[in-house]
């Protein structure tokens, strides 16, 4: 399970996400992670970033639609070859080294070397020292390099990473990132929702812009920054893009369809 | 005034020197306590942690029975189980009326409630808080249910601790259902209502301050998985 990752694409046919009545995720057909690199979900605050990562991840059943990982035409549950970062990250409670191997464990690792595991995922995030502590006791940067950590011990051929650095200073951010780029070097596909553009710009190949549930542009990161087609991605790269007062910021509606919703 | 001194001061002679009746009520009450709240724990946990996890209709009906029933008044349960053990009554011919069995069922059945309910709350709430995580990293009912209890151990611990409590301190279903006869199913709660009424205050005296230490010690003990847990893991 430790050999070099393989293609694990996710595809989206016409998917369909509701609270309640009100659609969140609207019609998205896509397929994610086909290529090598990190594809980054792009987008403002409600636009369906965190939404579209659990649908892709399988803990989220889509309402109408299909979700299909591997190029299979199965449409069941991940079969422990993703992995998931949350924004806030959850530990069992138990030790740091301790969590890595529970995760492990339902991989069904054999023992010796799960310990060889445990102690190579705490290196490369620099938690060596923290083996034998409560996970719940480290700093909230350290529980998010542990989940990075438990994620990349179980040699995931996608990861998905839902803002990951959203709540950690500089430092831990780059931390991060860094062990992010060795993932990415090593073949594992990632793809990661985020609203910050100079992180997008440091890690991504791919970009999908998402805004109201609905995916306006996908594209090489070279392209999207360089300029975006689509004028929503245009003034979010500006940075005057409000999910709540979209006309107030410019005039003509290129897609009136969405204000149904 | 002063008969009430002089039969405390008996009570903690009878303490200090381990009295023989003393000692035999006291262990008796902790031997149908326990094992009535080992039982329960048995049976409520599971139910508890199928409760907190499963989605069925119904199931918040029971949920709110089991809440009301954490306040059941231990003479009606004594009743019931009277009922049923009565020589006439459905479970009769097992001869179990007026034994130590019938008051460990009835205290299993007075403590159930308080297991059920407050570990369903519990393994509940540490759901909420796993379930993301717990699925995307692929784990079975199985393993989800183990590391639920394992993580919700501290607090498991506490709501078997409240059952303890209860189970140690009532005396209406013991007394209805084991009779209050004496070296068979005299307890420390049916033994201080007895003699309270005879007017022997030692004896009613010295169990009342075991009980009440109990009570304390169960307390404390409580009190101290909590924290220990909060240090340990900020839980």
């Not at chain 1, 069941?76 to 530990?91: C, E, I, K, S």
């Not at chain 1, 990473?161 to 596909?189: H, S």
């Not at chain 2, 059945?109 to 540490?126: F, K, Y």
């Amino acid at each position: 399970m430790t050999g070099k990752p393989a293609p694990y694409p996710v595809k989206l046919e016409n998917v369909w996400f509701n609270a309640r009545t009100k659609p969140l995720i609207k019609d998205i057909s896509a397929t994610f992670a086909d290529e090598e690199g990190l594809t980054v979900i792009l987008g403002p605050n409600g636009a369906g970033k965190s939404l579209l990562l659990r649908l892709c991840h399988g803990i989220l059943p889509a309402h109408e639609g299909l979700v299909t990982w591997g190029g299979g035409d199965d449409p069941g549950l991940h079969d422990h070859r993703q992995a998931m970062v949350f924004q806030r990250p959850v530990h069992l409670r138990r030790t740091a080294g301790g969590n890595i191997d529970f995760a492990l464990k339902l991989h069904k690792m054999p023992r010796l070397q799960r310990a060889q595991r445990i102690d190579e995922a705490l290196e490369l995030t620099g938690l060596s020292r923290y083996r034998a502590i409560p996970a719940r006791l480290l700093s909230f940067g350290e529980q998010q390099r542990l989940a990075l950590a438990r994620a990349w011990a179980l040699a995931p051929d996608l990861l998905l990473l839902d803002e990951p650095t959203a709540n950690l200073d500089p430092a831990a951010q780059r931390l991060i990132e860094e062990v992010l780029l060795k993932m990415i070097a090593g073949g594992t596909r990632v793809l990661m929702s985020s609203h910050d553009l100079n992180q997008a710009r440091r890690l991504a190949s791919h970009v999908v812009f998402l805004y109201r549930g609905r995916i306006k542009e996908q594209s090489s990161a070279e392209q999207f920054f360089a300029g975006p087609k689509n004028d929503l991605a245009q003034s979010f790269l500006r940075g005057d893009l409000l999910w709540w007062r979209r006309r107030a910021v410019f005039a003509p509606d290129p897609d009136k369809e969405d204000d149904k919703f | 005034m002063n008969d009430i001194w002089q039969a405390m001061a008996t009570a903690v002679n009878l303490l200090a020197g381990l009295d023989a009746s003393l000692v035999e009520i006291v262990a008796r009450s902790l031997g149908v306590s326990l094992t009535a709240v080992v039982l329960a724990t048995l049976i409520g946990l599971p139910l508890g942690a199928v409760l907190a996890l499963s989605r069925f209709p119904g199931r918040r009906v029971i949920l709110v029975i089991m809440n009301a029933l954490m306040g059941l008044p231990p003479v009606v349960v004594g009743l019931i189980v009277l009922l049923m053990l009565s020589r006439s009554g459905p479970m009769g011919a097992l001869g179990l009326l007026f034994t130590p069995a019938a008051m460990i069922i009835a205290q299993t059945i007075l403590v159930l409630p308080i297991i059920v309910a407050l570990s369903s709350t519990v393994i509940e709430s540490l759901w909420q808080e796993y379930e993301e995580q717990m699925m995307s990293l692929g784990a079975g009912p199985w393993a989800r249910v183990l590391a639920l209890l394992w993580d919700g151990r501290f607090a498991l611990m506490t709501t078997v601790l409240a059952g303890f409590g209860r189970a140690n301190a009532e005396v209406g279903a013991v007394m209805i259902v084991g009779g209050n006869i004496d070296h068979v199913t005299r307890v420390m709660t049916t033994a201080i209502a007895l003699e309270a009424s005879r007017g022997d205050l030692a004896l009613a005296l010295g169990l009342g301050i075991v009980l009440l230490l109990l009570s304390l010690a169960i307390n404390a003990a409580s009190y101290s998985v909590r924290e220990f847990a909060r240090h340990r893991y900020q839980a």
